[in-house]
């Protein structure tokens, strides 16, 4: 099997199990992101769904249900091989087959860091039971080496939205609620996902340069996102018909393309992030709160400016106020914050 090399990056037409067995050595891969096939007879979907068929590209290989427990343990066996220590691996699925790929994983020595659920923006009609509108992505670590997961890369720590919730924290919830795309009049596979999944998985578990793999190219959703984001990749697609219809594709795409239109998240700038409080800093935090506090100033805005003079985040403000003795004080108490340690 030799691969297609373009942008430093090697795309294979067959098999991923045989083909990353032969082509990609141990240890060698910092992110996998992949849809593996549905098992649901995925390549007859246009019998079931009312959508045009007309640009999606023929070939799709479909594998049978009585086969995917099976073809599951040993796909899975090859991403775990391929994955650097500390690398991590996303995995999107339908609820049919999870099972299957739950236990292919509990086989193996990969962790799991989160069960992210994917809510889109239809689901296919039904009159007697709830319409499904979702997919599940796991995401999935191999132990012995750090993990990247870039905490600031889309929104800091600091950002707020204009109810004052943390961007950060909103961004980073187990749910994701991202459309999946239109592309009415455009060649695609039976199934691809969005952009801007991939690039939220990328953005935060990878870093330029670093190598992506995707076990099941398909429409080459995660390779051109990778390439477009500064990253190599390297895949496999089993269909002759849709890798020679997207290699072209890829061909065309100008790697870092995507860079300039991330959002730019503002960095915080605090100086003791995570730090230990000690007895000084305590006394400190006892002396200004109380002050701040004798001016009639709200809790809010004290928090805030505390955090900008001790360099610390709100949260860690708030923790150090109630463990160490606040509401005892406000209920007549003498004590001051530093006798609490």
Not at 83 to 91: A, D, F, M, N, Q
Not at 233 to 244: C, L, Q, R, Y
Request: charged share 30%; proline share 4%.
């Amino acid at each position: 099997m030799k691969p297609v090399i373009l942008h430093n990056s090697k795309f294979f037409n067959g098999d991923c199990i045989s083909g990353a067995a032969k082509n990609i050595p141990d240890n060698s891969v910092d992110l996998i992101i992949t849809d593996p096939p549905y098992g649901i007879n995925g390549d007859k979907l246009h019998q079931h769904y009312n959508r045009n068929e007309e640009f999606v590209v023929e070939g799709y290989v479909e594998i049978p249900q009585k086969e995917y427990a099976d073809f599951s343990e040993k796909w899975i066996k090859e991403a775990e091989r391929v994955l650097r220590p500390g690398g991590s691996i996303y995995i999107v699925s339908g609820y049919t087959n999870l099972i299957d790929i739950l236990n292919a994983l509990r086989k193996t020595s990969l962790k799991e860091i989160n069960h992210i659920i994917w809510k889109y923006n239809f689901g296919v009609f039904t009159r007697q039971k709830y319409v499904s509108s979702h997919y599940h992505i796991l995401f999935y670590e191999k132990p012995g080496g750090k993990r990247t997961f870039n905490l600031e890369s889309r929104f800091g720590l600091n950002e707020k939205s204009e109810d004052e919730r943390s961007l950060n924290n909103t961004d980073r919830e187990d749910v994701w609620i991202i459309n999946r795309e239109y592309k009415p009049g455009q060649i695609k596979n039976k199934n691809e996902l969005p952009t801007k999944l991939l690039i939220k998985m990328i953005q935060y578990s990878s870093n330029e340069g670093d190598l992506v793999c995707d076990f099941f190219l398909g429409g080459f959703s995660t390779a051109k996102v990778a390439l477009g984001l500064n990253r190599l990749a390297v895949g496999f697609e089993i269909s002759k018909p849709m890798f020679d219809t997207r290699i072209t594709y890829i061909e065309r795409i100008k790697p870092g393309s995507l860079v300039s239109t991330l959002r730019q998240a503002e960095l915080s700038t605090l100086e003791n992030p995570g730090k230990t409080w000690t007895k000084e800093d305590l006394t400190r935090l006892d002396t200004e709160y109380n002050q701040l506090v004798s001016k009639g100033i709200t809790k809010k805005e004290i928090i805030a400016r505390l955090g900008k003079e001790l360099g610390r985040g709100r949260w860690a403000i708030e923790k150090a106020l109630k463990k160490n003795g606040f509401s005892e004080k406000k209920k007549g108490t003498k004590k001051t914050l530093s006798e609490y340690i």
